[in-house]
C-alpha cells in the first residue's frame, strides 16, 4: 500500500454542559504533527469559558452600539444641515452691504464737495453784489457832486476829474456785476451736482435700509439654528460631531461675532438728510438759475445806461434781488453741506462692523 503523508490544522471545539472552549492550533514540526493533550485537566493552555447566551448578548450590545452611532450621525448631519441652510440665507441677505456702504460713502462725499463749491460761489456773489451796490452809490454820490470852481478853466477840469472818476466807478461797478452773474452761473452747476449726488444718495439709502433689515434678520434666524444646533447635540457624543459638523459649526459661530447687527435707524436717518439736501439743493438751483437771470439783466447796458427815475430805480431793485438770491443760495448750499457731512459720519458708523461682517461671511 502506498504511503501517505496527511498534514492536518484543525480547531477543535470542545463542547461540555453547554460551555464552550476554544482549543489552540497543533504546531507542525520537522517530524510531523505533535498531538496536544485534550483532557482540560492537564492542558498547560488556560480556556476562557463563554456562553452562548454571553457571546449573544456581546453581539447585541455591538449592533446595538453601532445603531446609536448611526443614529447619531444622521441627527447631526440633519441639524448641520439646518444650520448651513440659515448661513447661507445670512450670507445672501449680508453679502454687498459694505459695498453699498461706501457708494452711499462716495455719493455724501460728492454732495458735501459740490455743495461746498456751492455755498463758496453763491456766498462770492453775494459779497461781490454788496460791493458793487456800494459801488452803485458812489457813482450816484459823484454824479451828484457839485462844481465848486470859479473859473471856466478850473471848471473843465474839475468836471473832467468828475468824469474821470464816474468812469472808473462806471467800469468797477459793470466789473463786478459780471462777476457777480459768473458766480451765479456758476454756482447753478455745483447745486445741480448736489442735486444729483442726493438724490442718489437717498434712493441707495433706501434700498441699503432694507437690505439691513433683511441681514438683521437672516443674523437672528442664524443665531437661533445655532442655539437649536447645540441643544440637539447636547446629548450626543461631541467627539462624534465629525469635520463637517464642526466646520459648519465653527462658521456659524464666526458669523455671529462679526455680524452684530446693523443700525437701522441710523441708516433711516442718513435717507432722511440725503432727501433734505436734495430738497436744498433743488431750491438752490431753482434760486441760482433766477439769481444768474436777474443779475445778468441789472449789468446789462439797456439797464444801467436807462437814467431815467424809473430805470434807475429798476436797476436798484435787479441788483437787490440779485444780491438776495445769492444770499438764499448761499444758505441753501451750506444747509447741503452740513447735512452730507453729517450723513457721511453716520454712514461710517456701519462700515467698520460691515467690513468684519463681509470677511466672516466669506
Do not use: H
Request: with cysteine.
Amino acid at each position: 500500500m502506498k504511503k501517505v503523508s496527511v498534514i492536518t490544522l484543525t480547531l477543535v471545539m470542545l463542547i461540555s454542559n453547554g460551555v464552550v472552549y476554544s482549543a489552540p492550533r497543533k504546531k507542525r514540526n520537522s517530524g510531523g504533527i505533535t498531538p496536544t493533550a485534550t483532557s482540560t485537566t492537564t492542558s498547560t493552555n488556560t480556556l476562557t469559558p463563554i456562553t452562548i447566551e454571553e457571546l449573544e448578548t456581546k453581539k447585541e450590545m455591538e449592533e446595538l452600539e453601532i445603531g446609536e452611532i448611526i443614529e447619531g450621525q444622521t441627527v447631526i448631519g440633519e441639524i448641520s444641515s439646518n444650520l448651513q441652510e440659515k448661513i447661507n440665507s445670512a450670507k445672501n441677505s449680508c453679502s454687498g452691504i459694505k459695498k453699498d456702504l461706501d457708494l452711499l460713502f462716495g455719493l455724501n462725499i460728492a454732495t458735501t464737495v459740490s455743495s461746498g463749491l456751492g455755498t463758496l460761489a453763491s456766498g462770492g456773489a453775494l459779497v461781490t453784489g454788496i460791493m458793487k451796490a456800494k459801488t452803485d452809490k458812489d457813482i450816484e454820490a459823484i454824479s451828484k457832486k457839485p462844481v465848486s470852481s470859479l473859473t471856466l478853466e478850473e471848471m473843465k477840469a474839475e468836471l473832467e476829474s468828475i468824469k474821470t472818476e464816474l468812469e472808473e466807478a462806471e467800469k468797477k461797478s459793470k466789473t463786478l456785476g459780471n462777476v457777480r452773474t459768473g458766480l451765479m452761473a456758476g454756482s447753478i452747476a455745483t447745486s445741480a451736482t448736489s442735486l444729483g449726488t442726493s438724490i442718489a444718495s437717498s434712493v441707495n439709502a433706501k434700498k441699503l435700509a432694507e437690505k439691513m433689515k433683511e441681514c438683521n434678520k437672516s443674523i437672528a434666524n442664524l443665531k437661533t439654528a445655532r442655539e437649536q444646533f447645540l441643544s440637539d447635540i447636547d446629548d450626543l457624543d461631541v467627539k462624534k460631531l465629525g469635520t463637517s459638523a464642526s466646520s459648519v459649526l465653527m462658521k456659524a459661530d464666526d458669523i455671529v461675532t462679526a455680524c452684530k447687527g446693523y443700525n437701522n435707524d441710523n441708516i433711516k436717518q442718513v435717507q432722511n438728510m440725503s432727501t433734505a439736501s436734495a430738497v436744498s439743493s433743488s431750491v438752490g438751483t431753482a434760486v441760482d438759475i433766477a439769481g444768474t437771470i436777474t443779475s445778468a439783466l441789472a449789468n446789462s447796458t439797456k439797464v444801467r445806461n436807462d437814467n431815467s427815475e424809473d430805470g434807475v430805480k429798476k436797476e436798484k431793485n435787479l441788483n437787490l434781488t440779485s444780491n438776495i438770491m445769492a444770499g438764499v443760495s448761499t444758505a441753501t448750499s451750506g444747509t447741503s453741506t452740513v447735512l452730507s457731512a453729517i450723513s457721511i459720519a453716520k454712514a461710517k458708523e456701519d462700515s467698520d462692523m460691515a467690513q468684519k461682517c463681509e470677511e466672516a461671511l466669506k
